[in-house]
């Protein structure tokens, strides 16, 4: 957010010229063809959109009609005026606000950050992030935290949570904002999406899925704004995610549609142009995929100046422009709004029906008066106010009432929750010689900066060399009332067993001394080495090392160490190049665990927690071993040059180096315990009869089809422990596609994942249901999801490459 208020500091102003350029442009046309006519030479086979007219009406189907009766009350009684208001933000307490309209007992809408916490907020948790929730691959802990999360931004009088993020997918092991989501694989994703928005919304709060769509890279997701201080226009446009239909409906809209079919209230549009035309304004994916072939019944707000354009985005599909105002990230009221006013400009002069701002709203109350919104919710605590830099009071132009109770403490029991999620997101890579779980050492050592104390204050918006990291920066970051560091952590549990605790917690002196030289002459029993990894939106990663000099320091104190441990605390991939040093005997990924971090390590370290976090992504030898790169620059000046062609396709983390065979240092879904477990006995019993190709075409619902969700088969396996220590696992059913499918199917994809804990010696049947979708292939020709006729394979392993058990089926006979 420091980025933001400095860009609106700086004074730039948005491009009314181009505004009124795609305003002016069409009704009935998307935005895309008007600025830049279809051309195939230069665009490809893809890399275009096209319009999709008008913007369906909401119905409240699949369960909300109730709530949009009342929606329908409410509207019909709204001036024009209002109706503008309704859908356009204005500067408030809020990260994103609603005007209240008393008249008829509205209080507004308050909209908070973010996927990991209530941002602008005191006395609110630091919950893990989107990465290592997705490290549990526990379906108990996503719903319980989502759950957790949306009771305190409730309590803290937020109708709608920021959260979660399905976009960036994590098509690039580069992007900047990958730990904000869960996985680069689709199916992980999807149910992390499907539970965390039940936990939001069981919890009174209106989940937002974001950002849809494509927005894969950080690099130009914005345009660039001509930096003279009087006149401001656009130099270059915002990147261009362009995407196959294929690619866009297997891939990156999975869980899209698994948000939807969670019934989320909101969605967030991209920031980027999405096959040339702004994702705010892309009436292909608002109105055709989202709100026609999904069915979505909430409402689309743009991301914070993600609009560009009045009209073509209303009809287009956009509902609510955030924040409201104009200037890169709309955050200049003054100077106007491309709804808010425009709305009634628009109306007046017969350019926008008003039945399309009436369906803008009916989207935007029917999730309210559904969540029982209206009924005593709690108000906006006055402290979010002051905290608010995006829209501090100074930029105010409206009234806000701000009489409730200041600095409500929200955090409840979570800090314990919190700690055992880190703990169950913790994943051994790597222990040998059973260096781990720590057994009364001696002595240890700690070495690294990211072992101490935050030196920096509790809302870190930069990294700082000293102190442990346990989230990343920008939007997506949480503001700290505590932290529990490795050091302390590990001091506190130390005294149990009088061990001796040295530190070393600066990388510099560590990389370039003799360990030796250091420590007291008795070598230690374990050296444990602490490094992290830095991330944020609007900026990629140039590196996937561990940041100051991490890799050396290890090196370094594995020379003399023969019991070296390391535990990175990062924004996500790193390439490890010393996993394969002999004395690093154990390492950990703890990613961003939230406020608890020093406790859920330790919790593993000393095995009062079996380890069972399993990777979420891919760990290659090489950063370039990596597919899909970020584009980062462009040569040539034009408006329209940037461009991000996703010719990989379905290629992307696993599917890439399982369908090129390129070996990776752990693969994806790979994670140690301190016990073993064995599956066996895998078999597949059909749930339906008479199962063809197309689905039964049914009336659509929230997620689609109904038919693409209904269980066809359950794939069972029984899961033993056969170690001596109490532990989870995580069986994972890989699904091979017939020979019959359309070429560039990955050989394996995830279809199903169950978390177990098992007693030493225990056993159980875990199942799989797979639903039509699991065993479909989308054919871009009858736009329908299809099962090929054929054999599939059905592999249970405890990885993606550690596949155990296998079962073929043969749902359509060729
Ligand atoms: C399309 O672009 C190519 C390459 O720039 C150009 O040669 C061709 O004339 C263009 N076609 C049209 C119809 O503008
Ligand atoms: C939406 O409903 C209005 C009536 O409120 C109707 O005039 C309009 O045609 C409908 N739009 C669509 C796309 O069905
Ligand atoms: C920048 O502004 C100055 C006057 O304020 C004007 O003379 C100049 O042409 C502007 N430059 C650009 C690139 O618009
Ligand atoms: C309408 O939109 C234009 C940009 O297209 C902007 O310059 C103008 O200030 C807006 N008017 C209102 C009333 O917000
Ligand atoms: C109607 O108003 C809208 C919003 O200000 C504007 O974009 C559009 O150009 C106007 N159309 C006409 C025909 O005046
Ligand atoms: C202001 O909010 C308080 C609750 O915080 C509420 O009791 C009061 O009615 C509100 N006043 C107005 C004018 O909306
Ligand atoms: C860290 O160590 C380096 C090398 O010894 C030294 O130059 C630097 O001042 C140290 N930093 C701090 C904060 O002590
Ligand atoms: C490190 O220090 C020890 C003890 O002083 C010494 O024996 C050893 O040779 C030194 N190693 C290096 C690489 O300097
Ligand atoms: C491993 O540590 C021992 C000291 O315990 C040291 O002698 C040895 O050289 C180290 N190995 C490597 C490869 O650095
Ligand atoms: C490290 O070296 C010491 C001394 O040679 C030995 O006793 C110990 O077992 C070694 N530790 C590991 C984990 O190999
Ligand atoms: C830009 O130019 C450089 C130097 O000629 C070249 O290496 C690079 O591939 C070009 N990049 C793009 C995106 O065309
Ligand atoms: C699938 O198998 C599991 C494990 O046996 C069982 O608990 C579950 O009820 C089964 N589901 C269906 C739909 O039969």
């Known amino acids: 957010m420091a980025t933001f208020r400095s860009l609106l500091l700086s004074g730039l102003l948005a491009s009314t010229t181009k505004a009124q350029a795609f305003d002016a442009g069409v009704r009935g046309e998307d935005a895309f063809s008007y600025v830049q006519p279809l051309n195939t030479t230069i665009l490809g086979p893809y890399g275009h959109s096209p319009a999709v007219l008008p913007s369906p009406n909401t119905t409240g189907s699949g369960g909300w009609e109730e709530a949009f009766a009342k929606a329908q009350n409410f509207v019909s009684q709204l001036t024009l005026e209002e109706k503008a208001d309704m859908v356009t933000g204005q500067p408030g307490p809020c990260v994103g606000n609603i005007v209240a309209i008393p008249r008829l007992g509205f209080g507004g809408l308050c909209l908070q950050d973010g996927p990991l916490s209530i941002r602008v907020a005191d006395y609110a948790s630091v919950f893990s992030a989107g990465v290592s929730a997705a490290s549990t691959w526990d379906k108990n802990v996503l719903y319980e935290r989502g759950l957790a999360m949306g009771k305190e931004f409730k309590a803290k009088g937020a109708h709608i949570a920021l959260s979660p993020v399905a976009g960036p997918l994590g098509r690039s092991a580069y992007s900047g904002r990958n730990w904000e989501g869960f996985s680069p694989d689709p199916y992980l994703t999807g149910v992390a999406m499907e539970k965390t928005i039940r936990g939001h919304q069981d919890a009174g709060v209106q989940a937002t899925a974001k950002h849809y769509i494509g927005n894969e890279q950080e690099t130009q997701r914005n345009p660039t704004y001509d930096r003279n201080g009087t006149v401001t226009d656009v130099i270059q446009e915002a990147i261009s995610s362009n995407i196959d239909d294929r690619t866009m409906h297997e891939l990156y809209l999975w869980p899209f549609a698994n948000a939807v079919h969670a019934k989320c209230a909101s969605f ?36 914070w100046g993600g609009t560009h354009s009045g009209v073509a985005s209303i009809e287009g599909g956009l509902d609510m422009n955030m924040p409201g105002g104009l200037g890169p990230y709309g955050t200049v009221p003054e100077a106007g709004s491309f709804f808010g006013g425009n709305v009634t400009l628009a109306v007046n002069n017969g350019t926008v029906d008003v039945s399309r701002v009436d369906d803008m709203i009916l989207r935007i109350m029917t999730p309210y008066f559904w969540l029982g919104q209206d009924q005593d919710f709690p108000s906006v605590d006055p402290s979010s106010a002051d905290l608010n830099t995006f829209s501090p009071k100074s930029t105010w132009v409206r009234e806000w009432n701000l009489t409730g109770e200041r600095s409500r403490d929200v955090r409840g029991d979570h800090g314990e929750m919190i700690r055992r999620h880190g703990a169950e997101a913790t994943i051994l890579l790597k222990n040998e010689r059973n260096a781990l779980p720590l057994k009364a050492p001696k002595s240890i050592a700690v070495f690294g900066n990211d072992a101490g104390d935050d030196v920096m204050g509790f809302y870190n918006q930069g990294d700082f060399e000293y ?12 503001r700290l009332t505590y932290l529990v560091s490795p050091l302390a952590a590990i001091n506190a549990r130390a005294k149990e067993d009088n061990t001796l605790v040295q530190q070393w917690l600066n990388n510099t002196l560590i990389a370039n001394s003799n360990i030796t030289d250091l420590w007291i002459p008795e070598t230690p029993d374990a050296c444990l080495v602490f490094l992290k990894t830095w991330a944020e939106e609007a900026a990629d990663r140039q590196h996937l090392d561990v940041d100051w000099n991490g890799n050396e320091v290890v090196e370094s104190v594995a020379k003399f160490c023969n019991n070296t441990i390391v535990v990175t605390h990062s924004s996500g991939i790193n390439t490890l190049p010393f996993a394969d040093h002999p004395n690093v005997t154990a390492i950990l990924a703890a990613h961003y665990p939230g406020q608890e971090s020093g406790n859920s390590i330790v919790d593993v370290l000393y095995g009062d927690v079996n380890p069972s976090g399993k990777l979420p992504y891919t760990i290659a030898f090489n950063g370039s071993d990596y597919n899909a790169p970020p584009t980062t620059a462009v040569n040539t000046t034009g408006v329209y040059d940037w461009q991000s062609w996703f010719d990989e396709k379905l290629e992307i983390d696993y599917r890439y180096f399982d369908a090129h065979n390129i070996s990776v240092r752990y693969e994806f879904g790979f994670g140690l315990s301190y016990s073993t477990f064995e599956l066996s006995d895998a078999k597949a019993e059909p749930l339906a009869y008479g199962i063809i190709s197309k689905p039964e075409d049914l009336p659509i619902l929230p997620g689609g089809n109904p038919a693409l969700w209904e269980s066809v088969y359950n794939v069972t396996v029984s899961v033993a422990n056969k170690g001596d220590v109490d532990g989870a696992t995580v069986p994972q059913l890989y699904v091979t596609f017939p020979d019959s499918t359309p070429a560039g199917t990955p050989p ?36 329908e999801w299809l099962i090929p006729a054929g054999e599939f394979v059905l592999s249970v392993g405890f990885s993606s490459r550690d596949l155990k058990e296998v079962v073929k089926i043969t749902p359509v006979e060729a």
Do not use: H, P
């Not at 991209?270 to 304004?281: K, V």
């Not at 102190?467 to 949480?478: D, K």
């Not at 995830?750 to 199942?767: M, Y």
């Open 268 to 303: 967030m549009c991209a920031y980027q142009r999405l096959n040339g035309s702004y994702a705010c304004e892309n009436s292909k994916a608002l109105n055709g995929i989202l709100k026609e072939e999904l069915g979505f019944q909430g409402y689309v707000m743009s991301d």
């Open 467 to 478: 102190g442990t990291l346990v989230a990343g920066g920008g939007s997506g970051t949480g």
């Open 748 to 783: 394996r994809q995830l279809r199903g994942f169950e978390k177990v804990f098992l007693a030493a010696g225990e056993s159980q049947t875990v199942g799989f249901e797979l639903m039509r979708r699991d065993l479909s292939y989308w054919d871009v020709v009858s736009q």
